[in-house]
């Protein structure tokens, strides 16, 4: 495992937002470990932040826009790209107006000066996200397809076809992450001539100028057209060089336009908030398309997140406690002794395991013809796992019993029914004062969650 990475001294950067035209200074700051990326509207009273994740997307039109509490950050998809590209997971963004700065187009200045900075590991695990089956997104507006595979790295293969001549087919593949800074931080945002003119027309690309973004002109320009591009970029001449995009620039990449698509993807995919271990195909992709992908992947990891909390049950490992131990500890018996083993106990959690069977006498009087574990005693016996984890803080625990003072917050997701295998894990809430103890309690059959509830006992001495 590699352990998250930061800065180690704060560096700025200045230029003007592509769209706003707005001056702007840009600070990259360090930040604690599980921080994550934050970026800070600094000319704003209270100083406001925006986490940089997909949740905050509330938009996608010519770049990706944070928007939180009604604060807004724009064109956060070259800065992110940097910032994952040298696989830094915790950082301060500081800026004084609500654009980034465009640059030159690509994410190479970013990457210089966060490098400047010094990149330092952190004393925390990074936390992956690791893709275990195929995920796929499909967006019918442009034709975009993603797909997200199981890989043991990151990985990303861009592929575009905007059906012109002038750009044909390109593809770009990221093979490992560590190539980002020399192979793909250079290429430069690009537009076709047709899209400028609009861009131009709506008062946008008020910062842009022939330097931070190649054009391709995919149809032959009039003379008002070149007019309202001499007046845009000030510039005395504009012209068409013999491979289809505007002089004043020169192509670092013969596939510059599907290595940038590829950045786009890196920063857009930053606001999973998490290292990605997996191989993202892309199709046609864009801001839309890459950020609501974002959202699909944040939604896996919560879910795989909910999912690693599970607790595992393997019959062939010996438990901590069995049977006989619990009962050494625990004053229940038959029929009311609902726990058959004992997997993990910390002093913070307990992990227990009850098999359900046809045998059970509460079976006799409770849905007889349909059995079905009564709730309460499924509350029950996650009460007795719980009462291990309390009197296994005491020296002498056959001397102490345990008594409900509360029960809290109690639901029932599933049924349980004879052949179920019942996972119970128990964690405390605070720690225990008084003999008060606090527990969240959830039981699980296979991987689903059949009851949760919060537990509240006190430990006393039997007299």
């Known amino acids: 495992m590699s352990n998250q990475k930061t800065i180690t001294q704060s560096q700025s950067i200045s230029g003007v937002g592509l769209h706003t035209g707005h001056k702007v200074t840009l600070t990259f700051k360090p930040a604690a470990p599980?921080?994550?990326?934050?970026?800070?509207?600094?000319?704003?009273?209270?100083?406001?932040?925006?986490?940089?994740?997909?949740?905050?997307?509330?938009?996608?039109?010519?770049?990706?826009?944070?928007?939180?509490?009604?604060?807004?950050?724009?064109?956060?998809?070259?800065?992110?790209?940097?910032?994952?590209?040298?696989?830094?997971?915790?950082?301060?963004?500081?800026?004084?107006?609500?654009e980034n700065p465009i640059m030159d187009g690509s994410s190479i200045r970013f990457v210089e000066v966060l490098e400047a900075c010094q990149i330092q590991e952190q004393d925390a695990p990074k936390n992956y996200l690791e893709i275990k089956e195929p995920i796929t997104f499909t967006q019918e507006e442009g034709g975009v397809e993603i797909l997200a595979l199981p890989a043991d790295t990151y990985e990303v293969i861009t592929l575009v076809d905007y059906e012109t001549k002038v750009l044909g087919s390109q593809h770009a593949k990221l093979s490992t992450i560590s190539d980002f800074k020399n192979e793909f931080a250079k290429a430069r945002t690009f537009s076709f001539l047709h899209e400028l003119e609009q861009l131009l027309d709506y008062g946008l690309i008020k910062g842009g100028d022939l330097n931070n973004a190649i054009v391709y002109v995919d149809k032959e320009p009039s003379e008002e057209t070149m007019g309202k591009l001499r007046h845009a970029f000030k510039k005395e001449n504009v012209s068409v060089k013999p491979n289809g995009i505007l002089d004043n620039l020169d192509l670092h990449f013969p596939n510059e336009a599907a290595r940038h698509k590829l950045l786009d993807v890196v920063g857009d995919l930053a606001l999973v908030g998490r290292p990605i271990k997996g191989r993202i195909i892309a199709t046609r992709p864009g801001h839309k398309a890459n950020t609501s992908f974002a959202k699909v992947l944040l939604n896996y990891a919560k879910q795989a997140d909910a999912a690693s909390k599970i607790p595992t049950y393997d019959p062939t490992v010996p438990p901590v406690m069995d049977v006989n131990q619990i009962m050494g500890m625990l004053p229940h018996r038959y029929p009311f002794l609902l726990v058959d083993k004992i997997i993990e106990l910390s002093e913070q959690a307990v992990v227990g395991v009850k098999n359900v069977t046809m045998n059970e006498t509460f079976f006799i009087g409770h849905f007889p013809g349909a059995p079905v574990m009564p709730g309460v005693l499924q509350i029950e016996a996650m009460a007795q796992v719980?009462?291990?984890?309390?009197?296994?803080?005491?020296?002498?625990?056959?001397?102490?019993?345990?008594?409900?003072?509360?029960?809290?917050?109690?639901?029932?997701?599933?049924?349980?029914?004879?052949?179920?295998?019942?996972?119970?894990?128990?964690?405390?809430?605070?720690?225990?004062?008084?003999?008060?103890?606090?527990?969240?309690?959830?039981?699980?059959?296979?991987?689903?969650?059949?009851?949760?509830?919060?537990?509240m006992a006190q430990i006393t001495k039997d007299k």
């Open 386 to 455: 719980g009462g291990i984890l309390a009197l296994s803080t005491v020296p002498d625990p056959e001397n102490y019993l345990t008594f409900f003072l509360k029960i809290d917050k109690v639901r029932f997701k599933q049924k349980v029914i004879p052949g179920d295998t019942l996972v119970f894990k128990l964690e405390l809430l605070q720690p225990i004062r008084r003999g008060i103890v606090l527990m969240e309690g959830k039981a699980y059959v296979g991987n689903k969650l059949v009851v949760e509830a919060e537990l």
């Open 34 to 98: 599980n921080s994550g990326v934050i970026y800070k509207r600094i000319d704003l009273e209270g100083q406001p932040e925006i986490p940089a994740l997909a949740t905050y997307v509330k938009g996608t039109d010519r770049g990706t826009m944070l928007e939180k509490d009604g604060i807004q950050i724009f064109t956060t998809e070259h800065v992110l790209a940097a910032v994952w590209g040298l696989e830094i997971d915790n950082l301060i963004i500081e800026l004084d107006a609500p």
